[in-house]
């Protein structure tokens, strides 16, 4: 008895199973099976009619939100790129194909379930949208920033260079975000976050050096073994120039593409050429009162204070090209003591190639003794010797024929030599003559002239039968001004 009974609940489940079989077949006869998707749009047990309404409302509806850097956004909708389906008979054929199996048998295959790219849009509205939008131009509320690499930077707070960490930036590489878009939208994807850098590593022009990279800490320690140097330079009359870190900063040069840091000879060059510059009062213009009372301004010549310059370069060099005492250089990093700054700093002294009677920081030009100093003026033709703050001694002269090859310079010069007798030569004469004193090294200087024509004398007449460029006097005008001036005097040459 039990067995029947069994029998009988077995013949019942399998005929509500054939039923429920039946049922299934009969409701996919023409519908979908299960888990069918066209692109993204589930149509699942829907009819054929059913699902190309859908997916038509589907391609109406559809948009695409891009989220990008500094909260930029970017909205793109089906039909403004004329999105639409596109290959309806390949869908139509799977559809059909889905049929010619039993559903009962297709719940054991994947295949047939799933139908992508049978999308179309235009590709042309969608580069144009892409092209006008503001992640691309940039607005008033969208600033556009271009990426910056990872670089080494002076830090004034730390006083030594630390690694700066790379910009991003929110510049877009176009080409590379239209191919993302391109494969969203063929996925009816509605969503889209650029920021993420891992999955979509070529949507932003990118930084080539990044403060991680392993040749930062590279070039980190070889701009610190740069930087950190003080040279101290004596000056002399107890004045000092310090060229330290937050001076030679200027001159390290940093090559994030090829991922250098330098400080070659010609930046050594350019920076020994600025400090020497800057005590330089040679050629520069200086107010000058003349006998005649005016105020002037006189420029040129070589008088005042120059450092020589290869000197200084020579020595600078020969600092930057020692090894460096890490240790020295760690310390001072981890405290910037005094003590720790002292151990980096190396004592030099300047040589001068010329030099002044006088260093006014204040005033550069008020480089020379105004009590003791000649003046030649060159329109009246006339000498004037300055002894004291007095004027001692004036007389006639005769300068160089204005000519390019003998006029005689203007500027401020110095006395460099006094000679009793001394040969004069040029291209086309050899003179000899007394109480010689050089004004300049290309052989002008005071002198007598034994010419025959001081008669004649007019303050035009150097414009006919001037010298070669010297300042000619007569005998007892050139004794008199040997003896009242000295090396070192400075010259006013002026018109």
């Not at 005929?15 to 099976?33: D, M, Q, T």
């Not at 790379?166 to 239209?178: H, K, P, R």
């Amino acid at each position: 008895m039990k067995d029947k009974k069994k029998i009988y609940i077995g013949i019942g489940v399998l005929v509500v199973l054939v039923g429920i079989l039946i049922g299934v077949h009969i409701r996919y006869s023409n519908r979908w099976y299960p888990g069918t998707k066209i692109e993204k749009v589930d149509v699942s047990g829907m009819t054929y009619e059913a699902s190309m309404k859908k997916i038509e409302s589907s391609m109406n509806s559809y948009h695409l939100k891009v989220k990008a850097r500094e909260k930029g956004t970017l909205k793109i909708k089906g039909n403004a790129i004329d999105l639409k389906l596109e290959n309806q008979k390949a869908v139509k054929n799977m559809y059909e194909n889905q049929h010619k199996t039993s559903i009962v048998f297709s719940f054991f295959t994947k295949n047939n379930r799933v139908i992508k790219h049978v999308v179309s849009y235009s590709k042309k509205k969608l580069e144009k949208i892409v092209k006008h939008s503001t992640l691309i131009k940039g607005s008033d509320t969208y600033q556009l920033t271009k990426p910056e690499d990872a670089t080494i930077k002076y830090s004034s707070k730390k006083n030594y260079g630390v690694i700066k960490k790379e910009v991003l930036g929110n510049t877009l590489d176009q080409d590379n975000f239209i191919e993302v878009l391109e494969d969203k939208i063929e996925k009816l994807s509605n969503n889209i976050d650029i920021t993420d850098t891992k999955e979509y590593p070529k949507v932003y022009v990118a930084p080539s050096l990044y403060h991680d990279d392993e040749d930062m800490k590279t070039m980190e320690d070889t701009y610190n073994r740069y930087v950190l140097h003080w040279l101290q330079w004596e000056l002399g009359d107890n004045r000092t120039e310090t060229i330290g870190p937050d001076t030679i900063k200027k001159y390290i040069k940093i090559n994030t593409e090829k991922r250098t840091v330098k400080l070659k000879q010609a930046y050594i060059e350019k920076m020994v050429e600025d400090f020497c510059l800057k005590y330089k009062t040679v050629g520069m213009k200086r107010k000058f009162k003349t006998h005649a009372g005016k105020v002037i301004k006189v420029s040129g010549g070589d008088y005042g204070w120059q450092i020589n310059y290869e000197d200084a370069l020579k020595k600078a060099m020969d600092e930057f090209s020692k090894d460096v005492d890490t240790s020295a250089i760690d310390a001072y990093k981890k405290k910037q003591s005094k003590k720790n700054e002292e151990a980096l700093t190396v004592q030099l002294k300047v040589k001068y190639s010329n030099k002044g009677y006088q260093y006014d920081e204040d005033d550069k030009q008020n480089d020379w003794n105004t009590k003791n100093y000649s003046e030649v003026d060159l329109s009246n033709q006339e000498v004037y010797v300055y002894r004291n703050g007095k004027l001692k001694f004036s007389c006639i002269c005769i300068t160089g024929k204005p000519t390019s090859d003998r006029l005689t310079r203007t500027g401020v010069w110095y006395v460099k030599e006094k000679r009793l007798s001394k040969t004069l030569v040029g291209a086309d004469y050899s003179v000899d003559t007394k109480y010689w004193v050089r004004i300049m090294w290309t052989g002008t200087g005071y002198h007598y002239s034994s010419r025959g024509d001081w008669g004649s004398w007019s303050p035009s007449y150097y414009k006919s039968a001037g010298s070669h460029g010297c300042v000619n006097l007569t005998y007892s005008n050139a004794q008199m001004i040997y003896s009242l001036v000295n090396s070192g005097d400075p010259v006013f040459i002026h018109y």
